[in-house]
Antibody, heavy 119, light 107 residues
Framework: QLRLQESGPGLVKPSDTLSLTCTVS??????????WGWIRQSPGKGLEWIAS???????YYNPSVKNRVTISIDTSKNQFSLKLSSVTAADTAIYYC???????????WGQGTLVTVSS | EVVMTQSPATLSVSPGQRATLSCRAS??????LAWYQQKPGQAPRLLIY???TRATGIPARFSGSGSGTEFTLTISSLQPEDFAVYYC?????????FGQGTMVEIK
């Protein structure tokens, strides 16, 4: 059974860089046809797709954060990561990592990790 | 970007009754739409993709329909475990976008 697990600091200071890692187990991050992405959910609000990556380094970003975000993949560790720079309180959210079939539906999700931006 | 609008925001339904949730896209997304269920403290769970195909392990009481800009998720007979928030998601255009959710609560 495929499992995804987010890890990273739960508290980030304003203007710093938020860094999260998603570890994939029970399957290969290099599997053909699967993309890996990050989605966030602000407290009490809905879902926002942030970025997706394919193991051949194809990346896709939401324009709302495009100038601040980098997604990368490490096939040797079966992990992918998110970096979001110059964070503000508006970036406070639960961050989920997820797998998508090609770049369509998200069929497997991590449990999510709450990141709070505060001094 | 494609704006996904869900209605109603909250739906009060008695157990055993039918629930009908709507999702409207600001422009056509074809059949490139998915539905997710989210319970408190949990990640979303994929229910429906391709507008009408149930994901693996999803009970037959969940069904999806529609294409273009109008979509519907129907739960034929609500079970206690179905009370949750439901989101639609379009994967036709960039950026991928989600609706704001419909909460299905016990009447």
């Amino acid at each position: 059974q495929l499992r995804l697990q987010e890890s990273g600091p739960g508290l980030v200071k304003p203007s710093d860089t938020l860094s999260l890692t998603c570890t994939v187990s029970g399957g290969s991050i290099s599997s053909t046809g699967h993309f890996w992405g990050w989605i966030r959910q602000s407290p009490g609000k809905g879902l926002e797709w942030i970025a997706s990556v394919y193991y051949r380094d194809h990346t896709y970003y939401n324009p709302s954060v495009k100038n601040r975000v980098t997604i990368s993949i490490d096939t040797s560790k079966n992990q992918f990561s998110l970096k979001l720079s110059s964070v503000t309180a508006a970036d406070t959210a639960i961050y989920y990592c997820a797998r998508s079939v090609i770049i369509t539906r998200f069929d497997y999700w991590g449990q999510g990790t709450l990141v709070t931006v505060s001094s | 970007e494609v704006v996904m609008t869900q209605s109603p925001a909250t739906l009060s339904v008695s157990p055993g009754q039918r629930a009908t949730l709507s999702c409207r896209a600001s422009q056509s997304v074809g059949s490139n739409l998915a539905w997710y269920q989210q319970k408190p403290g949990q990640a979303p769970r994929l229910l429906i993709y391709g507008a009408s195909t149930r994901a693996t392990g999803i009970p037959a009481r969940f069904s999806g329909s529609g294409s273009g800009t109008e979509f519907t998720l129907t739960i034929s007979s609500l079970q206690p475990e179905d009370f949750a928030v439901y989101y639609c998601h379009q994967f036709n255009d960039w950026p991928r976008t989600f609706g704001q959710g419909t909460m299905v609560e016990i009447k």
